[in-house]
């Protein structure tokens, strides 16, 4: 049987590692596949060093790729949202099979291409858009396919795990180790994506589509970074049994779902909570499978690009075949997807670290106690430290039974109105993922 004839569009980081493992695994592939796999035209703005390309016709229009008659699959490697929609659109309305490793398109765009892709009758594969060389489309979509899945949480984002692990580990500042990220190619062409979370909540979004079978709803994802995070915080959560994440939830509640991505303090003697550097992990809760961890390389060259050529030998495999009997996108068939409603972040619910700033006065304690318990807030652990120099005041920490954040931030607000607290409380919230 002829090769299958693939156009890569990005010849960046995951596009040069895709087409090093095409070619360097091309025979195991082959036998996989059934078919060899053919790279036969690349658009790039520049050379990749690492790569031999000698041979393989190359352009700096990614739509001459789009267009070649030639070409029955391709490989969407440019990110971001305006660029990459238009071709993967286009590719569609010529008829081609799409792999890319775009989550922001997905996450932002996935229904209306989905849509176009079921009408023109081919398949968008979108494995790389996901924690990078973890098969965890696969697994949710595929793998766990018998269950009702009430949550899962992830580290989804291989740049912030790797800033926060040198942080802890190696006492490096944010900095730093962010320009490590970026030469390694982890970090995003923005890295305030990576840092202010909209990276994990592209990825989050993408989950709980599939764990759920919702649309794609990123624009009601809540978002928080981790660039406001102290060394205090950091110690003072190793002081009381906990690592700081940033995690991306998902859970189905009857009143809806939660769709949050912030930092989280995990019991440090989680699996999830000792995942470090540049590796993902998710963690997914089903009712038939009990709790399914998933771990490996988050970003970089080759995990990326192993995800992106499992896709185009899974696209291979089926593209003969009837497409209403492939799977679907989203895991749910089209017309049976919920619209059971993404909650607000304020109807969420969880457990709460706070960190309050109080002068050192009797009574401080016992008017703390009382807001909380007014709230019918139950306290988990409470920790005073001795007074700090510079300024005089008592950190107090507070570790809070689960409850529902509009009343923690009620909570909260009495906390700072009281004439013994200085300042904003800290708040972060605390998942036991057990
Ligand atoms: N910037 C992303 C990360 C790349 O660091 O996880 C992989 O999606």
């Given at each position: 049987?002829?090769?299958?004839?693939?156009?890569?569009?990005?010849?960046?980081?995951?596009?040069?590692?895709?087409?090093?493992?095409?070619?360097?695994?091309?025979?195991e592939i082959a036998r996989r596949a059934g078919r060899g796999i053919e790279?036969?035209?690349?658009?790039?703005?520049?050379q990749n060093p690492q790569c031999d390309i000698t041979g393989t016709p190359t352009t700096a229009d990614v739509f001459d790729v789009v267009n070649n008659p030639e070409v029955e699959i391709v490989v969407e490697l440019i990110g971001g949202y305006t660029v990459a929609k238009d071709l993967v659109i286009k590719a569609i309305e010529?008829?081609?099979h799409v792999v890319t490793a775009n989550k922001a398109l997905i996450a932002v765009h996935g229904n209306e291409i989905f849509a176009l892709a079921r009408e023109k009758g081919v398949i968008v594969a979108f494995e790389a858009a996901v924690a990078?060389?973890?098969?965890?489309?696969?697994?949710?979509?595929?793998?766990?396919?018998?269950?009702?899945?009430?949550?899962?949480?992830?580290i989804i984002n291989g740049t912030g795990n790797f800033i926060l692990s040198e942080m802890r580990e190696k006492g490096r500042t944010f900095d730093d180790v962010l320009a490590e990220a970026q030469?390694?190619?982890?970090?995003?062409?923005?890295?305030?994506?990576?840092?202010?979370?909209?990276?994990?909540?592209?990825?989050?979004?993408?989950?709980?589509?599939?764990?759920?079978g919702i649309p794609l709803q990123f624009e009601k994802a809540y978002t928080e970074g981790i660039t406001k995070l102290t060394t205090a915080d950091v110690n003072y959560a190793e002081a009381l049994g906990y690592r700081i994440k940033h995690l991306g939830v998902a859970r189905r509640t009857?009143?809806?779902?939660?769709?949050?991505?912030?930092?989280?303090?995990?019991?440090?003697?989680?699996?999830?909570?000792?995942?470090?550097?540049?590796?993902?992990?998710?963690?997914?809760?089903?009712?038939?499978?009990?709790?399914?961890?998933?771990?490996?390389?988050?970003?970089?060259?080759?995990p990326t690009a192993s995800a992106v050529v499992a896709d185009l030998v899974d696209v291979v495999r089926v593209m003969t075949s009837d497409p209403t009997n492939r799977v679907p996108h989203l895991a749910f068939q089209p017309d049976a997807l919920s619209d059971h409603p993404i909650l607000p972040i304020e109807a969420c619910e969880s457990a709460y670290y706070l960190r309050i700033h109080a002068k050192d006065r009797p009574g401080v304690l016992a008017q703390v106690a009382s807001i909380m318990s007014a709230r019918g807030i139950n306290i988990e652990s409470i920790m005073q430290k001795e007074v700090e120099e510079?300024?005089?005041?008592?950190?107090?920490?507070?570790?809070?039974?689960?409850?529902?954040?509009?009343?923690?931030?009620?909570?909260?607000?009495?906390?700072?109105?009281?004439?013994?607290?200085?300042?904003?409380?800290?708040?972060?919230?605390?998942?036991?993922?057990?």
């Open positions: 049987m002829k090769p299958v004839k693939v156009g890569i569009c990005g010849l960046g980081t995951v596009g040069g590692g895709t087409f090093n493992v095409l070619k360097r695994n091309a025979e790279v036969v035209h690349i658009a790039m703005r520049s010529n008829g081609k990078g060389g973890i098969p965890v489309i696969k697994a949710i979509r595929e793998g766990l396919a018998a269950n009702r899945i009430n949550w899962l949480a992830g030469a390694l190619g982890y970090a995003e062409a923005d890295p305030t994506f990576d840092v202010e979370g909209t990276d994990a909540a592209h990825k989050l979004t993408i989950l709980a589509s599939i764990a759920f009857e009143a809806g779902i939660e769709l949050r991505v912030h930092p989280t303090l995990i019991p440090a003697d989680r699996l999830i909570a000792n995942v470090n550097g540049v590796m993902n992990a998710v963690m997914v809760n089903g009712d038939a499978a009990g709790s399914t961890l998933f771990y490996g390389a988050g970003a970089g060259m080759e510079q300024d005089g005041l008592v950190p107090m920490i507070l570790v809070t039974h689960r409850v529902v954040e509009a009343q923690i931030n009620e909570a909260i607000n009495a906390l700072e109105a009281l004439d013994d607290v200085v300042g904003s409380v800290v708040r972060i919230r605390v998942e036991q993922l057990g």
